[in-house]
């Protein structure tokens, strides 16, 4: 599977923004999508993932403010960002897994180049 990431960009605190993920290649042994992120000098972390059943896990941090989302017709995964803080600033990366925990245990079957998220005034 390949994993094509897009739609970061310049936003200012408190704005919002949503990031899109399209798989192709086998995507028919997708189960679990999600994305990660990660901030200079700081390790990565798992931001929020989804099953093809729609069962979802999401960071604590991120909670209220993002929603994961997913369209198995057309093999997309996307994150809604509300209220986004400076924080939030790091390149976003989709992935896929077996499991949520898989994904979560940072066992992933894919993993897509990222796109850069910007949260400043």
């Known amino acids: 599977v390949q994993l094509q990431a897009f739609g970061g960009g310049l936003v200012q605190p408190g704005g919002y923004l949503r990031l899109s993920c399209a798989a192709s290649?086998?995507?028919?042994?997708?189960?679990?999508m999600g994305w990660y992120r990660q901030a200079p000098g700081k390790q990565r972390e798992l931001v929020a993932a989804?099953?093809?059943?729609?069962?979802?896990d999401y960071a604590d941090s991120v909670k209220g403010r993002f929603t994961i989302s997913r369209d198995n017709a057309k093999n997309m995964v996307y994150l809604q960002m509300n209220s986004l803080k400076p924080e939030d600033t790091a390149v976003y990366y989709c992935?896929?897994?077996?499991?949520?925990?898989?994904?979560?245990?940072?066992?992933?079957?894919?993993w897509g180049q990222g796109t850069q998220l910007t949260v400043s005034s």
């Open positions: 989804i099953t093809s059943g729609g069962t979802k």
């Open positions: 290649g086998t995507v028919f042994s997708i189960n679990a």
């Open positions: 992935c896929t897994g077996g499991s949520i925990a898989a994904v979560r245990t940072q066992n992933f079957a894919s």
